[in-house]
């Protein structure tokens, strides 16, 4: 078994990436290892778009989005120029939002200081908004092939169980990356997503297809025909709950009350209904203006570090003129507006 003291068998990256030449994916944002062969490099703009939307979000998703900013923003001068709300009302419904501040920041960025041009190499990458470590060493190793070693959780899971790792991943990442490093080829792009790969196909979070995986013969935990018992699992924190009331204002048409969260916190700059704070015990309503309140029912929406619970409330006003900070919505309009998944939870709670 793999510890932090021990010498790990060397990752045969040529077996790697004769897997990946028969069976590596195809993907909307991907040049294929054969069209790589013919001299077709990948656009550094496609793969930072990909690679953005790919936190936390499933390939299935992302890739709906991907297409959809492309046909709006083909290139990174597009992107740019467009106002960070049309960017926010795309985003809306792929969450952590933070990730479209710093998508639309870092476009703009690109364009003034560096002619429209991504750097081409990891340390100079991460010096733009929104690019850590991982992202920056994905585009160096992808469209230049930088030598870098690219770790994201596909590629974590197939180290902990080739080394059969005794701590759990989030505690070994320097070990891991400095495995990985000492693999990297030539081909580090090619490497890099053939990595990926097999964390996704074959060394999969509940299975683990031995017989087919090239790094077989020289993983730790296929000799111990336990692979899934690795990575090993960190003590699970409970999550907190906060408690909070959200209110569904509409006029006697039907419209929408919305307004726009402030520009920093948790959900910055999308579209809300009003909400009470959010806080970590239930406390009664404290409506925004008065009117006839009724309930609604619950909402329930899992955060990252919380569970966030919250009471519906609606009303029906006849003078919008009570409200002056935000603006009111045709709710069939709702996918031109930027909300996030937990307003549109609350809306349908609210009006269906």
């Known amino acids: ?26 993907l909307a944002w991907r040049v294929s290892p054969e069209a790589r062969r013919q001299g077709v490099r990948p656009d550094p703009y496609r793969v930072w778009l990909s690679e953005v939307m790919l936190q936390q979000t499933t ?7 991907y297409l959809r900013f492309l046909e709006l923003w083909p290139s990174v001068e597009a992107l740019a120029a467009a106002p960070r709300e049309a960017v926010l009302v795309e985003w809306a419904g792929l969450g952590y939002y933070a990730r479209a501040r710093n998508l639309h920041a870092c476009a703009q960025v690109v364009v003034d200081e560096h002619q429209g041009v991504f750097p081409d190499n990891a ?9 850590g470590a991982y992202t920056s060493a994905a585009i160096a190793a992808i469209c230049h092939d930088e030598p870098v070693a ?8 197939v180290l902990a169980r080739y080394l059969a790792l005794e701590t759990p991943v989030r505690d070994a990442k320097p070990l891991l990356r400095r495995e990985l490093q000492r693999a990297v080829p030539a081909r580090a792009g090619d490497f890099a997503q053939a990595m990926m790969d097999l964390g996704a196909t074959i060394c999969a979070p509940r299975t683990a297809l031995c017989t087919l995986c ?3 013969p020289d993983c730790c935990a296929a000799a111990q025909s336990e692979p899934t018992a690795y990575p090993v699992r960190p003590a699970k924190a409970e999550r907190p709950v906060r408690y909070g ?11 929408v009350y919305l307004r726009t969260r402030p520009d920093t916190g948790l959900l910055a700059a999308m579209t809300e209904v009003p909400t009470s704070e959010w806080l970590p015990e239930p406390t009664g309503p404290g409506y925004p203006i008065e009117a006839d309140w009724h309930p609604s029912g619950r909402v329930v ?6 569970r966030l619970e919250l009471e519906v409330w609606r009303t029906v006003l006849d003078d919008r003129s009570q ?16 909300l996030p998944s937990l307003f549109r939870k609350v809306l349908a709670q609210a009006l269906d």
């Open 150 to 157: 690219v770790l994201d959780g596909n590629v974590e899971r």
């Open 323 to 338: 409200l002056t900070d935000g603006w009111w919505s045709d709710p069939r309009d709702a996918r031109s507006e930027a």
């Open 245 to 255: 009331h959200a209110y569904v204002i509409c006029d006697r048409d039907g419209d």
């Open 301 to 306: 929406h899992v955060f990252t570090h919380f």
């Open 59 to 65: 390939i299935g998703a992302a890739t709906r989005y």
């Open 123 to 131: 340390a100079a990458l991460m010096k733009l908004p929104g690019i």
């Open 214 to 216: 090239p790094l077989q």
């Open 1 to 26: 078994m793999m510890t932090d003291a021990s010498q790990p068998p060397a990752i045969n990256s040529t077996s790697v990436l004769d897997w990946y030449d028969r069976h590596a994916r195809t």
